[in-house]
């Protein structure tokens, strides 16, 4: 998924939020004023020009706890919540069809939800399902079979560290080709292997203690194996680069013929992989990080094949470790979730279930989803909130002092070519092949994940369907898709808080106006911007205007690397460059939407608060939220966006708009003219 630049990642629950529709013991007397800001989130006794993230949303964060199934509480979380309520009334009717046809949405379903259901089936068979991969891995003799093993259990999701795939040719955005990523830490950041510090140091002796209690609850006799994968995967991550690199797209567009490819890896044999994974018709490959290949290649013969062995296995109980048996589940929990991100209970069983079958049937329960949920009228709304946003671009595009002519005519044909959706997809991806019955939750896993990768596979040699959607319908979220140059809204962040079709326009552009305007961005973050109107990776920029960019973009980077949201530990503002891009431009152009529309209209002046005010309240509102400390650790290291905080306060000190709103000019909310930094 290298193309996609997700906006932000949704999860769980409780809603505050009260829309008109729903809140059936509103006023009489009220029902024309339309709903602003939801007044008793704010702490009044912060100065909004002090901390206006903590003004406009402290009193809720003190009244809405970490629940403790959870890493961290904000708005997206509640609204995901309450889109999994109405999933799971699909769930329950979805039982009361009688025999459904093989291979319909329903019988899909009915049929996987009831295989999670029973608990008592799903305990008794344990990991029987994995028996053949673990036989197979078993089998392997030499560094040839091991080789062949690796790949062909990539359609089992069994991790390794060849990291192949199919995706859009960055440089051909109409076609498809392999392209060769870094993978194989179990941990997901090789910080995880290689910082100093107690943390760290504790969470990798409790990872050696997981793996070998997963290994002797399978009754597996692999002496040491903790000890022995936390040494590999350490070289691994020795070797590994950094996110920050991983993201760019010029490091990371390597492309060559397979012979090539194979000629420089003494040991790694590329073409015997490609085989073994079903793409075998590849002629050319894209290598991301090359020197990842260039060193594991080294590696690889330094390790033992047994060793190689005991590490298949245990990616191979980590990749169904939750959804093996309950003892599996839990002991998953105790590590992944506890150690990792610091949760302190686990999911309700009812509640567990509903995700997964929401995570495995996304697109057949999403389209039951639009089809009760998401009314026509969010759609036009949307579309001319779009329109708004793109002219307000074209604007701002036009009266930038840094860029010269020759590249903002680039740039318009650039912003005139962007399409979008909205909702869900026209076209829906048939499931009907993939095998799911009543009685084998752990079979239906797999069967999912196979259907998934055969899905990849078949993509290459076929023109990209610009159809198709990377995100369910259900959803808390949005996305840009560089190869398509294309933003894309999922019916279900097109809710409140983010918006309404009756809330007052200010915090509809505080709220989804800014996350238009942030996928927008995208378009033209530092990565973004290397690639064309066609979606091509195709440098349109003269040298001078590129230069001046790089220079904007990097005072950027050293304003977020400044944060520090645990003692000694700092956003990384290289890593979330493209997103703290996009939140800046993103509020910009919401901001002149906004304006545009207000120079119409008479402010109704909601609850003491100008339209300026409301929406940068709005702002705030959708990135409300709590964290717990270990969640937030996980997240600078992994995440490309900074934190909620620095989300809302990070783009305000750079706006003068702000500085007038809340008369903030001189304080601690504000930079001065000179050090401000506006690029879009
Ligand atoms: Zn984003």
């Known amino acids: 998924m290298k193309q996609l630049v997700l906006m932000g990642l949704g999860v769980v629950l409780l809603t505050q939020c009260k829309s008109p529709s729903t809140n059936e013991n509103q006023d009489e007397t009220m029902e024309n004023k339309p709903v602003a800001f939801e007044l008793s989130n704010i702490d009044s006794s912060i100065a909004p020009c002090d901390n206006f993230y903590k003004y406009a949303i402290g009193n809720w964060q003190k009244e809405n706890e970490i629940p403790g199934t959870e890493g961290r509480w904000m708005s997206f979380d509640v609204l995901a919540k309450d889109n999994e309520a109405k999933i799971q009334e699909i769930l329950d009717e979805s039982l009361n069809a009688e025999n459904p046809e ?94 100093e510090g107690e943390k760290y140091v504790s969470i990798r002796e409790k990872y050696v203690e997981h793996v070998n209690k997963i290994f002797s609850m399978a009754t597996i006799d692999e002496q040491n194996a903790g000890e022995r994968i936390l040494a590999m995967e350490t070289k691994i991550a020795q070797i590994s680069w950094d996110r920050k690199d991983l993201r760019d797209a010029d490091k990371t567009y390597n492309k060559m013929t397979v012979e090539k490819f194979d000629s420089d890896l003494d040991n790694i044999d590329v073409a015997s992989i490609l085989s073994e994974m079903g793409l075998s018709a590849a002629e050319e490959l894209v290598v991301g990080p090359v020197s990842f290949y260039t060193e594991l290649d080294a590696l690889f013969p330094t390790i033992s094949v047994a060793d190689w062995k005991s590490y298949m296995k245990w990616h191979l109980f980590s990749a169904y470790g939750n959804h093996i048996d309950d003892n599996f589940q839990k002991a998953s929990f105790e590590f992944f979730s506890k150690e990792i991100r610091g949760v302190e209970e686990m999911r309700p069983r009812q509640e567990r279930i509903l995700k997964t079958v929401n995570g495995s049937l996304g697109e057949p329960l999403g389209k039951l989803f639009v089809e009760k949920h998401f009314p026509k009228e969010s759609k036009d709304y949307m579309v001319e909130l779009i329109e708004n946003l793109r002219s307000a671009y074209a604007r701002s595009i036009q009266g930038l002092t840094w860029m010269g002519d020759s590249t903002k005519e680039k740039a318009m044909k650039k912003l005139k070519s962007f399409t979008y959706k909205i909702g869900y997809p026209d076209k829906w991806k ?71 079709p009756t809330f007052d326009h200010a915090i509809n552009y505080g709220g989804i106006g800014a996350v238009i305007g942030h996928e927008f961005s995208h378009g ?25 960019f790089k220079e904007l973009t990097s005072k950027l980077a050293e304003q977020y690397s400044t944060y520090e949201v645990l003692p000694g530990e700092f956003v990384n503002g290289e890593l979330t460059l493209g997103e703290n891009i996009a939140d800046l431009g993103g509020l910009t152009l919401a901001y002149m939407a906004l304006e545009d529309v207000m120079k119409n209209e008479e402010d109704p002046m909601v609850d003491g608060f100008t339209w300026q005010q409301r929406f940068f309240l709005g702002w705030a509102n959708v990135w409300k939220g709590n964290i717990r400390d270990e969640a937030l650790r996980n997240r600078i290291l992994t995440d490309p966006h900074s934190p909620g905080e620095q989300r809302v306060i990070g783009p305000l000190v750079n706006l003068p708009q702000f500085d007038e709103a809340f008369g903030c000019a001189g304080t601690k909310m504000s930079k001065s003219d000179t050090a401000r930094i506006k690029i879009w």
Do not use: C
Request: hydrophobic residues 35%.
């Open 524 to 548: 033209f973050d530092d990565q973004g911007a290397k690639y064309d109107w066609d979606g091509n990776k195709n440098n349109w920029w003269t040298k001078e205007d590129e230069e001046r």
């Open 430 to 500: 048939d499931y009907s092949q993939v095998d799911i019955s009543a009685d084998n939750y752990l079979q239906n896993i797999i069967n999912l994940g196979v259907w998934r990768y055969d899905y990849m596979v078949s993509k290459l040699g076929k023109p990209v369907d610009r159809d198709e959607w990377y995100m369910t319908p259900q959803m808390v979220n949005a996305y840009y898709s560089r190869a398509n140059n294309e933003i894309v809204f999922p019916a279900g962040i097109l809710q409140p808080p983010f918006f309404h």
């Open 102 to 195: 093989k291979g319909s949405n329903i019988q899909l379903i009915k049929d996987f939800y009831l295989s999670a259901l029973d608990t008592n089936g799903r305990n008794a068979a344990s990991f029987k399902a994995l028996m053949p991969f673990l036989d197979e891995i078993d089998a392997v003799e030499d560094y040839v079979s091991l080789q062949k093993t690796m790949a062909k259990l990539k359609r089992y999701r069994v991790g390794s560290p060849i990291g192949f795939y199919v995706g859009v040719d960055d440089m051909n955005s109409d076609e498809h080709i392999v392209s060769a990523s870094q993978g194989g830490l179990t941990l997901g950041d090789k910080s995880y292997y290689l910082k």
